[in-house]
């Protein structure tokens, strides 16, 4: 970090209101004004407001007690006055940063002189909240053993139900300069929470553990928007969720390893330490005491066999698959395609990368990584699936740099064929015609519209044609631009921006139009739409593909509490879909839940099955 000296206290008066109406957000040192006057009590820091009345201003021997102490990452400790006043929107508790391994202990009564900053974790351009904190700290230990603060209680009772405020439409929609109102919003609870030492008792875990990052999410609510399996739904913009929380630990994971748990596993006992705020997830109960797991019971889920007359069609994205991912990857997604999907008829695949992966060097054939996949599958017991295709422009659809990923279409030969037509090449766009008056593809396989700017830098859908039964059905392949940009659900701004949804929403309607066109000459055609949309049943992008009717989300044929293939801090979400045309009817859909709320994965997305009879 570096300082800047403001050259007036007119400067310094600009930058602080700038910070408290959210126009600007610094860094923990950006403003370095003139020391305050008086003993200044971390209340005092922490102020009405996310941020510091006191903000870029010196401050001298400020008294706490340490509650904890952080010697990995943002290395410092955690502080409080254990003489609380009474305003329940103060903190007690504040966030020393040292930049290296802090020499107090947890207990130790100390005097704490240094600079009040508002860190953003992630950069002022995240949208995230920021963190009130000491920097450049004189530290004099007082005494030491003393008795911590006692733990604020985070529990169903404490938490409000309403998520947050809306923020100031003077100031951007900024909930910086809101004074909080911590009995009313669950953000301005948390807030007014940060750096204080709080409690959770046994709560359900809703979010697997990510064992890289030593972290789960916990729901204090265990009634709220429960999925079927133990989860949290997200089934609208409004139903954030306010009881999830994100639980780490501080002790480093090489000195004490992180508890592996599932979705539906339960955390026991109590978990105590300082609230933090970090930018992958936002609030964050650091526990210096973790609670006992106890397992659960999930188990990955296997969708019924399609029956001799009906078409089984799936979805998958296999994360980045290519021939230097570990056989076992390999081995693994093939079992489950066979054993957990029931080997579908048609399985269109996202995220299948070329030859060498990520190694950028031009090469955009995937028959490597293909051939390794339909082998795989065979040795697991499934069928002798082939494949169609269209080989990208290299570094023309997003995803990793070199990797090309693209859809694929495996089917099983034995039960369906592939109508094969003039194969279209990554710029070339398939289009509708008519033969003995029924639809047909002037490319299949061809892509739909990939001049159309919706594509730039992101995966163009594949169509193609295929016959069961003497029946015509026509399948579109999808993979949506990412949520990339968006800001988080605790953002400063209420709403949070989401950026990448303007996207979506071209890309969506590119879709639709293409899907109208099929039924403008055949109504009663079977089109499904599916992949991985990236985007929420309830969202503008799957109302763009339902648009007049050409399509329906399918995944809304299922009860509330079942409707999600991903997982993402806690929250039990759609983003991959299969959409029908109205002539499909009778179908059976299934979201296999495989991957989403395991700590052990082959992928983070979970596959979709839909059987009907064409």
């Known amino acids: 970090?570096?300082?800047?000296?403001?050259?007036?206290?007119?400067?310094?008066?600009?930058?602080?209101?700038?910070?408290?109406?959210?126009?600007?957000?610094?860094?923990?040192?950006?403003?370095?004004?003139?020391?305050?006057?008086?003993?200044?009590?971390?209340?005092?820091?922490?102020?009405?407001?996310?941020?510091?009345?006191?903000?870029?201003?010196?401050?001298?021997?400020?008294?706490?007690?340490?509650?904890?102490?952080?010697?990995?990452?943002?290395?410092?400790?955690?502080?409080?006055?254990?003489?609380?006043?009474?305003?329940?929107?103060?903190?007690?508790?504040?966030?020393?940063?040292t930049g290296s391994a802090p020499t107090v202990a947890v207990g130790d009564a100390v005097k704490v002189s240094g600079l009040v900053g508002e860190y953003v974790p992630g950069g002022a351009n995240s949208g995230n909240q920021s963190v009130t904190q000491l920097s450049k700290p004189t530290v004099t230990v007082v005494s030491s053993g003393n008795a911590l603060p006692e733990a604020a209680a985070v529990n169903e009772y404490t938490v409000p139900a309403a998520y947050a405020p809306a923020g100031d439409p003077a100031a951007a929609g900024s909930i910086n300069g809101l004074t909080l109102d911590p009995s009313r919003y669950a953000l301005d609870f948390y807030e007014s929470l940060e750096g204080m030492n709080v409690a959770i008792g046994t709560s359900r875990v809703v979010g697997a553990t990510a064992a890289e990052y030593g972290e789960l999410w916990v729901t204090v609510k265990g009634w709220e928007n429960t999925a079927k399996r133990?989860?949290?739904?997200?089934?609208?913009?409004?139903?954030?969720?306010?009881?999830?929380?994100?639980?780490?630990?501080?002790?480093?994971?090489?000195?004490?390893?992180?508890?592996?748990?599932?979705?539906?596993?339960?955390?026991?006992?109590?978990?105590?330490?300082?609230?933090?705020?970090?930018?992958?997830?936002?609030?964050?109960?650091?526990?210096?005491?973790?609670?006992?797991?106890?397992?659960?019971?999930?188990a990955p889920e296997k969708t019924k066999a399609q029956a001799p007359g009906e078409l089984a069609v799936a979805t998958y994205n296999v994360e980045n698959l290519d021939p230097s991912d570990p056989q076992e990857k390999f081995d693994a997604l093939a079992k489950a395609v066979v054993e957990n999907l029931a080997s579908p008829d048609i399985l269109a695949l996202e995220e299948i990368q070329d030859d060498n992966g990520a190694k950028n060097d031009g090469t955009v054939s995937a028959e490597q990584t293909l051939s390794k996949f339909t082998a795989a599958i065979t040795a697991a017991g499934g069928p002798a699936?082939?494949?169609?295709?269209?080989?990208?422009?290299?570094?023309?659809?997003?995803?990793?740099?070199?990797?090309?990923?693209?859809?694929?279409?495996?089917?099983?030969?034995?039960?369906?064929?592939?109508?094969?037509?003039?194969?279209?090449?990554?710029?070339?766009?398939?289009?509708?015609?008519t033969e003995k008056g029924r639809a047909a593809l002037t490319h299949s396989p061809g892509r739909i519209d990939p001049a159309n700017p919706a594509w730039k830098d992101s995966r163009k859908p594949l169509a193609g044609e295929f016959v069961f039964r003497g029946r015509t059905v026509f399948v579109i392949a999808n993979h949506f631009g990412s949520k990339g940009g968006d800001e988080a659900l605790t953002s400063h701004h209420q709403p949070p921006a989401r950026p990448s949804e303007a996207k979506r929403l071209q890309q969506a309607q590119a879709v639709n139009a293409f899907v109208k066109e099929i039924l403008a000459v055949d109504k009663n055609a079977k089109v499904l739409a599916l992949g991985d949309i990236n985007d929420f049943e309830f969202s503008d992008t799957t109302k763009a593909l339902e648009d007049g009717g050409a399509l329906y989300s399918a995944i809304k044929s299922l009860p509330k509490s079942e409707r999600y293939s991903y997982v993402f801090q806690g929250n039990a979400q759609v983003l991959d879909q299969i959409l029908v045309s109205p002539s499909i009817k009778g179908y059976t859909y299934d979201s296999v839940h495989i991957n989403a709320e395991f700590s052990a994965q082959n992928s983070d997305h979970d596959p979709q099955v839909l059987r009907f009879r064409p």
């Open 230 to 298: 133990g989860g949290t739904l997200y089934g609208s913009y409004e139903s954030q969720n306010t009881g999830r929380l994100k639980v780490q630990q501080l002790a480093p994971l090489a000195q004490q390893p992180f508890p592996v748990a599932n979705v539906g596993d339960k955390l026991t006992g109590t978990t105590e330490g300082p609230l933090d705020f970090n930018q992958f997830g936002g609030y964050t109960l650091v526990a210096r005491t973790l609670g006992t797991l106890a397992k659960g019971t999930l």
């Open 1 to 97: 970090m570096h300082s800047s000296h403001p050259r007036s206290a007119a400067v310094a008066a600009l930058v602080a209101g700038a910070l408290a109406t959210g126009l600007l957000t610094g860094t923990a040192d950006a403003a370095e004004g003139t020391a305050s006057d008086g003993a200044v009590r971390i209340h005092d820091i922490q102020g009405t407001t996310r941020i510091s009345p006191l903000n870029g201003k010196q401050v001298a021997d400020v008294a706490g007690i340490v509650t904890g102490v952080r010697t990995y990452g943002s290395r410092g400790f955690w502080m409080q006055d254990p003489d609380a006043d009474d305003d329940a929107a103060t903190s007690e508790g504040v966030f020393v940063f």
């Open 385 to 433: 699936y082939q494949w169609r295709t269209v080989n990208p422009s290299n570094n023309q659809d997003g995803g990793e740099p070199g990797g090309n990923i693209r859809q694929v279409f495996l089917f099983n030969p034995a039960r369906v064929s592939f109508t094969d037509r003039a194969a279209g090449d990554a710029t070339t766009a398939t289009g509708v015609t």
